[in-house]
């Protein structure tokens, strides 16, 4: 699991870091990181990963702007639908904000909240990302990992995934997302059986091909876009669509 805090106040944001390590090491869990940041910006560019592992603290009010921290989660949210977001705020009010914003929370956690009653919240909702993240990997979900990279995504989005032209990476396509991360197309296939590799440079998610060319040896996906598929594959990839009706 990684955690991440975006908190502008110093002393709010030592807080929340000594009080996440403590519960890490309290319930020995498998945290792979805790960041702080005071920049939304900073935040949404170090969270590469996507999944359920993916657990966010979030002030409301960033810089005197009283909607940042949803305007965040709303990028998290959209970017990530599997991400646990959590406010950690004095702004309890614009808790019903959060349903313009789509936003669904883990919970809305008041700064000012009595110390024992604060940091139950906290580890509450870390245990609870935790087990969230654990479930969520045998549900219906697309799930990588690697010395590299921990890569979760809902199986059902997943369209194909193909080579980088940067060495050793593959980029990993949906109808409205796009993702490039250190794998090998082999190394996916082993990982989730569901997925076919087509071609050289192609796996193939066979839930979501809608049409496949014989003569042109293409792979149409259902958002218009295609994947080439090799001769001696053609026959295990039609074979493969048909046991799915």
């Given at each position: 699991m990684n955690i991440f805090v975006l908190e502008d106040d110093f002393?709010?944001?030592t807080r929340m870091e000594t009080l996440i390590k403590e519960i890490v090491a309290k319930h020995k869990l498998d945290v792979e990181s805790v960041e702080v940041y005071g920049k939304p910006d900073h935040l949404l560019a170090a969270s590469k990963e996507k999944g359920a592992h993916q657990l966010f603290f979030l002030d409301i009010e960033?810089?005197?702007d009283d909607m940042k921290g949803l305007k965040v989660a709303k990028e998290i949210t959209y970017k990530d639908?599997?991400?646990n977001i959590v406010f950690v705020t004095t702004h309890s009010e614009?808790?019903?904000?959060?349903?313009?914003?789509?936003?669904?929370?883990?919970?809305?956690?008041?700064?000012?909240?009595?110390t024992v009653d604060f940091e139950k919240r906290i580890e509450d909702n870390i245990l609870y990302?935790?087990?969230?993240?654990s479930k969520t990997v045998t549900e219906d979900s697309f799930y990588f990992q690697s010395k590299y990279n921990q890569i979760q995504y809902p199986f059902n989005d997943l369209l194909y995934i193909e080579t980088s032209p940067?060495?050793?990476?593959?980029?990993?396509?949906?109808a409205v997302d796009r993702m490039e991360f250190t794998a090998s197309l082999s190394d996916i296939v082993k990982q989730d059986r569901r997925l076919l590799q087509c071609h050289r440079s192609f796996v193939i998610n066979p839930m979501n091909v809608?049409?496949?060319?014989r003569h042109e040896r293409i792979a149409y996906l259902k958002d218009g876009s295609t994947?080439?598929?090799a001769r001696h594959k053609m026959d295990l990839l039609l074979k493969t669509i048909a046991d799915l009706h």
């Open positions: 002393a709010q944001q960033i810089k005197n639908p599997y991400a614009f808790m019903p904000l959060s349903f313009k914003y789509q936003i669904k929370a883990l919970d809305y956690i008041d700064k000012e909240l009595e990302a935790q087990t969230r993240d940067r060495p050793h990476r593959v980029i990993l396509h949906t809608i049409k496949v060319d994947c080439l598929v």
